[in-house]
């Protein structure tokens, strides 16, 4: 469509046509992959981690599949469709839960 422009997260949100929520899924995704990745080479190889960055690795994680996964969904009028901002919400939430999960079980 001629009025989509480039956005992020909080236009994807706010309804606005975005042209980019594949690509902006991927960057999120392969963001948390990477956090994961680090801490999972400090835990093995030098028996540390960094607990702070594990809650946020897992929202990013989710909400960035969710992305790569559907995309930015139209309604039959057009505009961004009101389920797909409900799914990146409900996944993101579900990573922050997931997140908080694995950070107390690594403290414990």
């Not at 999120?28 to 809650?55: Q, S």
């Not at 505009?79 to 579900?94: C, D, E, M, N, Y």
């Not at 997931?98 to 107390?104: D, I, K, N, R």
Request: proline share 7%.
């Amino acid at each position: 469509m001629p009025d989509e422009q480039r956005g992020d997260v909080l236009d994807y949100l706010a309804a606005i046509p975005i042209s980019n929520a594949r690509e902006m899924g991927l960057k999120a995704a392969a963001c948390g992959v990477l956090i994961l990745a680090m801490n999972g080479f400090m835990l093995v190889y030098m028996h540390r981690y960094y607990p702070v960055t594990v809650p946020f690795a897992f929202p990013v994680l989710l909400g960035g599949l969710c992305l790569l996964a559907i995309g930015q969904p139209r309604s039959d009028a057009g505009p961004p469709a009101l389920w797909g901002r409900i799914l990146l919400v409900t996944s993101a939430t579900i990573g922050a839960g997931v997140g908080l999960a694995v950070s107390f079980l690594l403290l414990g």
